[in-house]
């Protein structure tokens, strides 16, 4: 332990936060997974952690259950310093990506094992065991093998299996990855309830933004090992700090520009920038960019216009899909499908227009 290191014997972080975590840090010998987190989780919040591959999301989620030593920095619960506590005593519930079920054993007694390593009493462990099956919607099923049993049904035997020992924090490492769609969204619902009804505080990590968004209280946005913003999944969307946060949570267009006296040009247009100067990056979400095939007055006030002609048009459903030439720039644009409405061919000059407020400019990276 170096001399900037604080001791290990140093008194619980102070903070806001039911979990608290005071500069967290894991280093290896070239590389730095987790780089000084600090964050305060309020008892009964679900919180995500959001990132690419590689951003130190499961390597926190890691440290937080002791399964992975911090390098330095403190972690709380309620007060209790858990930095040194072995991961069988610090009271969390754990659900991984891999079900992590015993083959050989039925389901009653895979979601019973962890009151077993706990001597729970018979007595009270098959009620609780019987009260977390009929959590998950599974009774009638406590005697089958987990491979009698469907994807998202053996997920929710890992989730009974985590929440029947009641634990004070729920931790859960990319738990729907390996469903299908329908199933994650499924799933992704329930775990809401799940956690509303009892009111358990959770961390769930994942690199699905549609997760991350729809179920969380709140949202911490990772890169590089860092914690790049955390906030509301509103202000995560809405109020990006950043290009990288902007860029990862949900589509975008990013545009080179360059900014000054309060301006910056990019694909023939110029756009609102106070206080940048030099290379910037211009964001615009497609969703929010309408497309028209009749020409539109200039810019106002209000909006931005521009003119263009459709590169590639895909037809997605839900969404009509467009890449529009602007300016010498590629522009995604999304309008919502309807009945009887014909997709744009390429080669359609459009006039593309969003409002002022819908974009996004930063210094370049």
């Known amino acids: 332990m170096t001399s900037s290191e604080p001791s290990r014997t140093a008194a619980a972080p102070q903070g806001a936060g039911y979990l608290s975590l005071r500069r967290l840090t894991r280093r290896y010998e070239r590389f730095t997974a987790v780089d000084d987190l600090d964050l305060d989780v309020a008892k009964g919040e679900l919180v995500a952690f959001l990132g690419p591959s590689g951003c130190g999301k499961t390597t926190s989620l890691r440290m937080i ?8 920095g403190r972690i709380s619960v309620d007060g209790r310093d858990l930095t040194d506590v072995p991961p069988h005593r610090r009271d969390m519930g754990l659900v991984f990506q ?15 094992f962890g009151l077993e390593m706990r001597k729970v ?5 098959a009620a609780r065991v019987a009260e977390a099956i009929a959590m998950v919607r599974l009774t009638g099923r406590e005697r089958h093998r987990p491979a009698q049993l469907s994807g998202g049904q053996q997920q929710r035997v890992a989730l009974a299996r985590a929440l029947v020992i009641r634990p004070s924090i729920l931790l859960l490492d990319e738990p729907l990855s390996n469903l299908d769609a329908k199933l994650r969204d499924e799933m992704r619902n329930e775990i809401r309830d799940i956690q509303k009804k009892l009111g358990i505080t959770a961390i769930f990590v994942t ?10 209280d709140k949202v911490v946005v990772m890169n590089q090992g860092r914690l790049e913003q955390i906030g509301t999944p509103h202000e995560i969307y809405e109020q990006p700090r950043s290009a ?5 949570v949900g589509r975008i267009n990013r545009l080179s520009g360059r900014a000054s006296g309060g301006l910056a040009q990019t694909a023939g247009i ?6 940048l100067s ?11 960019i309408a497309v028209s095939t009749t020409a539109l007055p200039p810019s106002d006030d209000a909006s931005y216009r521009v003119s263009g002609t459709i590169m590639r048009s895909t037809f997605a459903g839900d969404l009509l ?6 300016g010498g720039s590629s522009v995604r644009a999304e309008t919502v499908s309807r009945s009887g409405e014909a997709l744009l061919p390429p080669g359609t000059p459009v006039t593309l227009s969003w409002d002022r407020r819908d974009t996004l400019v930063y210094g370049a990276a």
Not at 100 to 112: E, G, K, S, T, Y
Not at 270 to 275: F, T, V, Y
């Open 321 to 326: 899909e467009y890449e529009v030439s602007v």
């Open 270 to 275: 110029n756009i609102s920038a106070p206080g």
């Open 278 to 288: 030099g290379e910037v990056d211009v964001m615009v979400r497609p969703h929010r």
């Open 98 to 112: 891999s079900y992590a079920l015993f083959p050989h054993m039925d389901i009653a007694a895979n979601v019973a």
């Open 244 to 248: 990288f946060v902007a860029g990862f």
């Open 207 to 216: 690199h699905d933004q549609v997760e991350a968004l729809t179920i969380c």
């Open 121 to 125: 009493a018979k007595a009270d462990a």
């Open 65 to 72: 259950a002791g399964l992975v030593p911090a390098s330095s």
